[in-house]
């Protein structure tokens, strides 16, 4: 049996940390990690890693060396790094056995492409702290699959990952999480023969919970920290404007299936995805035109023949979806699952791939990676916000063009609004100050305004009262103030008038007693010497 190489020595590349985070130690073949109930994995060889960490076999048999065979996967990233944390809360969440299992017994299926959660935890390797999470093992991407077959997938293949995604994102999405960045990499094939074409969806470090803890949806707000998150090619409109819904993870599933389908998407080049130095917002911009008129949309994708009815009533659906709504998976999955009885069969060479998986005698080479890996997001200013799609352009000529109410109107309302926003600079008005070192948050700009205002003044005025009703008003409660009302239209005063009597004290009742005893004996004393002797 001949070993799989690893994904490091077939495509070559040269391996660099995702900025802010670090890359960790090669930890040794058979170090042992125990998890947060107690049990215990030992470590194969590594078979894959990117920006965050790395990817080893694992298994539960500490008495045998982990071979080639091995069930199980241990991602391992540094304690610092944020995305297996991400992953991690979700899988134990959302992803344990026993949930999976109910709800598909509830709904009637087999099994769904989620993967099950089998530990994590927290393991200490030469000084260092990692962070440790185990799931199955599985084999090829769709991804690989893609690019091996010319960069096109046979229609019922597509097909029937459609239907299964569709699945694994109706459970995902039942438990109040958005998945955020499906695409074919993140697709994996199983590596069972009984469920040869079973898919799963992996890979949750950018899992955004759509639903808070009382079960309500969270509202669409633009927030620039989060903006363009995901990968470019298929990132949702709404994700553009950083915020994620059910409707964003559909959206994003149609973007994999048109490229499936028709290998390019409009807003890719001919040879290459979108390159680093495309303006996200461009992209943002494309999709916002091409979804505004499907039809058209559609003939980008499809030139020189007509495409297929279920992508074309999908995306028409996303269309009218409304940002919290449910979406009807049912009638989703109907539309591909018509498309089953078509003829046109799965090409023998996927199927080969996809029976010996990651053990390939001939590994698949490729000149560049198939997918850009995600970069984590770099402040810069206030202003302007590098994310994991966005890099500084590097001589790159502003061509000067001529004015055009066309390009004008055919501006995003949100571009547009974007534009107006910044208004010319005045001769008049002093020059802005330096931006912060980084983008501020939204507490931290209250604070800012708060101390702007103490220095000025005006918040000094503010604390001031004006009036003494203003006093009664912020100090009585509203009981005391109907009190106070009553009082006032009643015309028998309740109280005595101010200062008529002094205030009554412990010390001030004993004094009075001690007075009238004094009074009372002086007057029993009197009374007895009038009499006289009796």
């Known amino acids: 049996m001949i070993m799989a190489p690893r994904r490091g020595e077939e495509m070559q590349i040269k391996r660099r940390a995702a900025t802010g985070c670090k890359l960790p130690n090669q930890l040794p073949v058979g170090e042992i990690l125990t998890d947060i109930t107690q049990n ?87 000084g260092e702290k990692y962070r440790f999470l185990v799931i199955p093992r599985y084999g090829i991407d769709i991804g690989k699959l893609f690019l091996s077959n010319g960069r096109k997938l ?65 509202p669409f707000v633009h927030d620039e920290r989060r903006a363009h998150e995901g990968t470019l090619e298929f990132t949702s409109r709404d994700a553009h404007h950083g915020t994620h819904s059910r409707r964003g993870d559909l959206e994003t599933l149609g973007y994999n299936i048109l490229q499936w389908l028709c290998g390019k998407l409009p807003w890719e080049k001919e040879n290459d995805s979108v390159p680093s ?34 992508i074309v009533e999908y995306m028409t659906y996303i269309t009218e979806l409304g940002f919290e709504s449910k979406p009807n998976y049912s009638y989703l999955r109907g539309l591909f699952q018509s498309g089953f009885k078509q003829k046109n069969n799965v090409p023998i060479c996927l199927y080969s791939l996809k029976e010996s998986s990651e053990n390939i005698s001939c590994p698949i080479s490729f000149k560049r990676p198939y997918l850009r890996e995600r970069k984590p997001c770099q402040p810069v200013n206030a202003e302007i916000r590098i994310t994991r799609n966005m890099q500084p352009k590097i001589n790159v000529e502003v061509e000067k063009k001529e004015f055009c109410w066309e390009a004008v109107l055919a501006l995003h309302p949100d571009k547009l609004a974007k534009i107006n926003m910044q208004s010319p600079p005045s001769p008049l008005t002093p020059p802005p ?25 005006t918040f000094r005025q503010k604390l001031l ?31 005595p008038p101010p200062m008529s009597s002094p205030r009554v004290t412990r010390s001030r009742v004993a004094k009075t007693k001690r007075l009238q005893n004094e009074k009372s004996y002086k007057e029993m004393q009197s009374s007895k010497r009038r009499k006289g002797p009796s």
């Open 40 to 126: 215990k994995w030992k470590l194969g060889h590594t078979i894959g890693y990117g920006g965050f960490g790395d990817i080893y076999l694992a298994s539960n048999d500490l008495n045998s060396p982990v071979g080639e065979n091995a069930k199980y996967v241990i991602k391992i990233e540094p304690h610092n790094n944020g995305p297996l944390f991400v992953e991690m809360n979700f899988y134990i969440r959302a992803a344990r056995k026993h949930m999976i299992d109910s709800w598909c017994k509830s709904q009637g299926k087999k099994r769904i492409g989620v993967p099950t959660y089998e530990g994590s935890g927290s393991h200490v390797y030469e």
């Open 154 to 218: 046979p229609i019922k293949l597509v097909n029937k990952l459609a239907v299964q995604m569709l699945d694994a994102l109706e459970y995902v999405h039942s438990r109040g999480y958005a998945h955020a960045d499906v695409k074919g990499s993140n697709i994996l094939l199983s590596l069972c023969e009984v469920k040869r074409s079973q898919a799963y969806l992996v890979d949750y470090g950018l899992a955004y919970r759509f639903r808070t803890a009382t079960g309500m949806h969270k």
């Open 277 to 310: 130095t495309m303006d996200p917002e461009e992209v943002h911009a494309q999709k916002e035109l091409f979804f505004a008129n499907i039809p058209l949309f559609m003939n980008e994708c499809f030139p020189f023949e007509k495409p297929p009815a279920a």
């Open 433 to 457: 100050s330096p931006p912060p070192p980084s983008l501020p948050t939204y507490a931290m700009l209250n604070v800012i305004q708060r101390m702007k205002e103490k220095q000025s003044g």
């Open 465 to 495: 009262p004006k009036s003494l009703d203003d006093v009664k008003g912020k100090l009585m409660t509203p009981a005391m103030e109907q009190i106070v009302q009553l009082r006032k239209k009643s015309s028998v005063p309740t109280f």
